[in-house]
């Protein structure tokens, strides 16, 4: 069995690559025909592939019914499937905090020669605020924010709409957002500082919690109270606020579930130049309504 990839994902893993890829292939061939550079940047990389899921006991695919394509498409990372996307990204940037993870994911570079890939060992937070600082007059770029929870602080995605010249999958944790919010909202000191990090302030909380009343023997009392149905809530909210900042929001992020049908991720995107936003939003709706279950 190879050890080199990462396990990770359900069925939603591959929810969330096939819509990505099916976007980047219309990405790059309008973007083909444009004037831009246009660069596919990854900014959680991973190791460019997800490890093949097999049945410990029998050593045989978990999904026998798949054929040898759906095999390999299976276990492509994010970084390989733009790499194959035809008509090819002008620039490739993979970004990886992770030391393994970094030095299998730069073997892409051998492996597609003819590509022009650059993989930087970074924190993808502090990649981008180098990078958003330039001049994006004369380029364009596709960014893809996979990581695992709560690791893309809203600054970053502040910084990538200010760009204007971005069109961003991102990959938001809106499972262990709702595990942070405690019924009693007695969210400890250091969680609520990663939240207001997370969402780029405290507005979360009058959101997310709403006063109640409880009677006790000392008469009325005031208590801040997790607002039901949360997930809703939690979507709308970050819907918001993404729309304040880009220039139009796919308004039908595909939520990414478990087995047990609860929520782990939303799958939203979201597209920065005011000219092309519309065509970018239509595109990307369509392909996560393809996606509802
Ligand atoms: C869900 S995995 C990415 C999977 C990848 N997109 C794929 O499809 O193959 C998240 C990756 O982000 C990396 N990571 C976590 N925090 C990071 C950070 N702050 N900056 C850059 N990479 C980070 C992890 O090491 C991990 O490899």
Known sequence: MNTTGQIFGGNWTEQKLECVRKYLQAYTTIMSKQRFDFAYIDAFA??????????????????PELDNQDVVNFRQGSARNALEVQPPFGK??????????????EKLTEEFPEKNIECIRRDANEYFKEVCGKNWKNHRALVFLDPFGMQVEWKTI??????????LWLLFPIGTVNRLLKRNSEIRQSIGEKLNLFFGDNSWFEVFYKLANDNSLFGEEERWEKVGNIFPEIEQYFMNRLQEIFASVATNPLALRNSKNVPLYLLCFAAGNPRGAQTAVKIAQDILLKHLR
């Open 46 to 63: 991973g190791t460019g592939y997800r490890e093949l899921i097999l049945d410990e006991d029998i050593n045989e695919p978990l999904f």
């Open 158 to 167: 502040e910084l990538i709409a200010n760009t204007q010249a971005v069109d």
């Open 92 to 105: 490739y940037i993979f970004i990886e905090e992770d030391k393994n993870n970094y030095s299998e994911l």
